[in-house]
């Protein structure tokens, strides 16, 4: 079965930090690029990171450049995003999803997506 699976989500306060990561079976990792997505309340899902996993290139939104990093363990066939100095702003449920590249998950062409994981920032 191809998956992707999200965790860890949770509660912390106005500048913590959290790491996420995103486990993927079922498909040939290293041949995909894998995304972050956000979607706060009331909001439209939003991009925040990418990392191709076959040689590394990452890209990040401006939102989060200098305070989330993107990383992939291809041994683990998983994908991390750390998250430091958080927001409240920042607060949304996280998604991960998989493309055949980084400009494939920019363009929101996605074959697989996970089911997300809440992270919420408090002030």
């Known amino acids: 079965e191809v998956q992707l699976v999200e965790s860890g989500g949770g509660l912390v306060q106005a500048g913590g930090s959290l790491r996420l990561s995103c486990a993927a079976s079922?498909?040939?990792?290293?041949?995909?690029?894998i995304g972050w997505f956000r979607q706060a309340p009331g909001k439209e899902r939003e991009g925040v990171s990418c990392?191709?996993?076959?040689?590394?290139?990452?890209y990040y939104e401006d939102s989060v450049k200098g305070r989330f990093t993107i990383a992939s363990d291809n041994a683990k066939n998983t994908v991390y995003l750390q998250m430091n100095g958080l927001k409240p702003e920042d607060t949304a449920v996280y998604y991960c999803?998989?493309?055949?590249?980084?400009?494939?998950?920019?363009?929101?062409?996605?074959?697989?997506w996970g089911q997300g994981t809440l992270v919420t920032v408090s002030s």
């Open positions: 999803a998989a493309g055949v590249t980084i400009a494939a998950v920019r363009a929101g062409d996605l074959e697989v």
């Open positions: 079922g498909f040939t990792f290293d041949d995909y690029a």
């Open positions: 990392i191709s996993s076959s040689d590394g290139r990452t």
